[in-house]
């Protein structure tokens, strides 16, 4: 079993950044591809960016390329987004996810743990 908790959420100026942290805790982590995804108000719940289990490949939604970066420290089964040059649409609860599958994976439907997300608020 895996437990994933999310923090670093809140409101931000338009432009500002912020860093979303999700720790993982149970099966190890580490050994795991991550993502994470987010559902903006009235949305569905989309992907955001990926990373494998060994940090070096890494995958982004168009929208967020070029101002978001994922990473992760394996020493302490923690994943992070750094959100830089933020915008109003960028506004959503973030959720960090595991998957079990092999290779990163972009589909809501490949993950198989998830934390219980942390909102993010952009004002304009």
């Known amino acids: 079993q895996v437990q994933l908790v999310e923090s670093g959420g809140g409101l931000v100026q338009a432009g500002g950044s912020l860093r979303l942290s999700c720790a993982g805790s149970?099966?190890?982590?580490?050994?795991?591809?991550m993502g994470w995804f987010r559902q903006g108000p009235g949305k569905e719940l989309e992907f955001v960016a990926t990373i494998g289990s060994r940090g070096v490949s890494t995958r982004y939604v168009d929208s967020v390329k070029g101002r978001f970066t994922v990473s992760r420290d394996n020493a302490k089964n923690t994943v992070y987004l750094q959100m830089n040059s933020l915008k109003p649409e960028d506004t959503a609860v973030y959720y960090c996810?595991?998957?079990?599958?092999?290779?990163?994976?972009?589909?809501?439907?490949?993950?198989?743990?998830w934390g219980q997300g942390t909102q993010v608020t952009v004002s304009s």
């Open positions: 149970g099966r190890t982590v580490s050994s795991l591809p």
């Open positions: 996810a595991a998957t079990t599958r092999v290779g990163i994976r972009v589909g809501v439907y490949e993950y198989d743990y």
